[in-house]
């Protein structure tokens, strides 16, 4: 009994083997893509570069206003004389 199980594995395996060896490759088949498809995707492309840009937007308008907060503390320091002679004198 075990024997017979164990040609009926292998016959079970070899065939399956030769099925798949007759399946075509991935690069082999040729895709082609609906309309409604295409369209959805070259939403989301479109809808990810968006993203990036606004992102760097905020990115920039954070920088900025860390530059001006920076200055406006800078400018405040220097208006103290005690704060402005060890810095001018340096």
Excluded: C
Excluded at 24 to 45: A, C, R, T, V, Y
Excluded at 67 to 81: C, D, E, K, R, T
């Amino acid at each position: 009994m075990d024997n017979v199980k164990k040609l009926f594995v292998q016959a079970l395996i070899e065939a399956e083997n030769k099925e798949i060896s007759k399946l075509k490759g991935e690069d082999e088949i040729e895709w082609e893509f609906s309309e409604k498809f295409e369209n959805s995707m070259n939403k989301l492309i479109r809808k990810n570069n968006h993203i990036r840009l606004s992102t760097r937007r905020t990115v920039r308008r954070g920088l900025l206003a860390a530059i001006i907060a920076l200055i406006a503390v800078f400018s405040g320091l220097m208006s103290v004389s005690a704060t402005r002679e060890p810095i001018v004198n340096f």
